[in-house]
């Protein structure tokens, strides 16, 4: 018998978050903002998906236009390590890298392009869903979702131009007709949590699918 080949160790669950961001002003009833991933990427590729991504080292020195709501600061920090403003300010800092899109307020000492002489506003955000990737992929996040409505955008909801390259295919999907791109499961049950919120059908608690253990577990926070 040869010697057994060793393999990659298991790869860490890093922290994310992502916004959601819904608009009600369509002719065809509320929408959300998604673009899709490249056909190479080793994370979901060519999957449609919402604006987000790894909380950076430096989210956590951003300074936020404002403070995080009671309730937006005690649903981030359940069972977890990181600063819930670190959360915050990383859904809207990738939130502006990948589609343009700007939710601030005036103030200083943010240190990424697209903020000049403003802050991330953490205001108009809800804490909506919360998922950590299950084991045998090849990236894993613990992924905060946040809601934000799109009046909160600084600028045109319709103009992408200042997009980086992460995500193609910018637009908004009415939340009626989403389930028919290609998205991942989780995508798929977050959007019927936004869909239950938009009807105003939503249940009490943030919905928490934990794949941390050898077991999957969904339960609310």
Same mark, same amino acid.
């Given at each position: ?62 300074r936020l236009a404002a403070p995080l709501s009671d309730a937006l600061h005690a649903g981030l920090s359940a069972r977890s390590s990181r600063p ?27 240190? $990424? ?58 637009? $908004? ?7 028919a791109l290609d998205m991942p499961f989780i995508t798929e049950v977050v959007l019927a949590e936004v869909q239950a919120i938009a009807e105003g059908q939503e249940t009490p608690g943030v919905p928490f699918f934990d ?11």
């Amino acid at each position: 018998m040869g010697t057994p080949r060793l393999t990659d160790a298991a790869p860490s669950v890093r922290d994310a978050a992502t916004v959601v961001v819904l608009r009600r002003d369509g002719a065809e009833g509320p929408s959300v903002l998604m673009g899709q991933r490249g056909a190479k990427a080793a994370f979901m590729p060519s999957k449609y998906v919402f604006p987000g991504g790894a909380v950076d080292a430096g989210d956590a020195m951003v300074r936020l236009a404002a403070p995080l709501s009671d309730a937006l600061h005690a649903g981030l920090s359940a069972r977890s390590s990181r600063p819930p403003e670190a959360l915050a300010a990383a859904a809207l800092r990738e939130l502006a890298e990948e589609t343009g899109q700007i939710i601030a307020a005036p103030g200083t000492g943010c240190p $990424w392009p697209g903020f000049d002489g403003l802050c991330p506003d953490p205001t108009p955000l809800r804490f909506v869903f919360r998922a950590i990737t299950p084991p045998a992929r090849p990236r894993r996040f613990d992924a905060r979702f946040l809601l934000a409505p799109a009046e909160a955008l600084l600028g045109d909801p319709d103009d992408f131009s200042a997009a980086e390259d992460e995500l193609s295919h910018l637009h $908004w999907v009415p939340l009626h007709q989403a389930r028919a791109l290609d998205m991942p499961f989780i995508t798929e049950v977050v959007l019927a949590e936004v869909q239950a919120i938009a009807e105003g059908q939503e249940t009490p608690g943030v919905p928490f699918f934990d794949n941390s253990g050898e077991t999957s577990v969904f339960h609310r926070l």
